[in-house]
């Protein structure tokens, strides 16, 4: 295959690089996708198009089972904070979990899928963003995003998103829906909390930044891995 004749693999993350390792691939790198904070603030400063409650909860991606859409409203739910939610895509259970908040008693706004700018400029204005995912994520854009905006985060600890936040530093991981509510429960109501996530995940997304990583790729392309 093209992978076994290629002279590097590259890898985003130590989890999708375990599983290259299992195929017994050669050449594998660990470099994550980068993300330029510098750029990402200066859009997120700007006026939202979107209409926003003043303050909200936030959803972004597909409406799908592997991405946690099951567990969206019961984490909601299990975190009794009394906000709206905000989900930024669509997908197949869409109707289901807007059924689910209306049961519920949860506010949703759904305005579906929303350009890049939206979506960095909802996630500077969150209280807090729920990730939900179940699937093993390689290295989630929407939480790179999300840590160099200083957005708190609640997230489920699949795939590489442990390396990308280090719990109660970066943001709050969880096993299952009902940890994931008491970790969105948390930061919604405690304002020392969020004010440490943000800063936490600031610092953190200095790791991915260009200044970071981009000479470890050149490396990599000159054939000096560092």
Avoid: C
Wanted: hydrophobic share 45%; no cysteine; proline share 6%.
């Amino acid at each position: 295959s093209a992978l076994r004749r290629a002279n590097a693999i590259v890898a985003v993350s130590e989890a999708v690089a375990a599983e290259l390792r299992e195929a017994a691939l050669p050449s594998i790198h660990v470099l994550p996708n980068i993300v330029d904070g510098a750029e990402v603030n200066r859009i997120a400063e700007e006026t939202a198009r979107l209409p926003l409650p003043d303050r909200f909860v936030l959803f972004v991606g597909k409406l799908e089972a592997n991405k946690g859409a099951r567990d969206l409203i019961p984490a909601m739910a299990h975190a009794k904070t009394a906000l709206p939610l905000v989900v930024l895509g669509s997908g197949s259970w869409q109707s289901a979990v807007r059924e689910q908040a209306a049961k519920q008693g949860i506010e949703v706004h759904m305005p579906g899928w929303s350009e890049r700018d939206d979506v960095l400029r909802a996630m500077k204005r969150a209280t807090a963003l729920i990730f939900p995912s179940t699937w093993p994520e390689p290295l989630s854009r929407v939480l790179l995003e999300a840590l160099a905006l200083g957005t708190p985060i609640a997230a489920m600890d699949t795939g590489g998103t442990s390396e990308l936040i280090e719990d109660d530093v970066s943001g709050l991981l969880a096993s299952d829906a009902e940890q994931l509510g008491d970790a969105l429960g948390r930061i919604v109501h405690d304002a020392a909390l969020r004010l440490r996530l943000k800063e936490g995940a600031a610092l953190r997304a200095r790791s991915f930044s260009p200044a970071a990583l981009v000479p470890r790729y050149e490396a990599l392309y000159r054939g000096d891995p560092r």
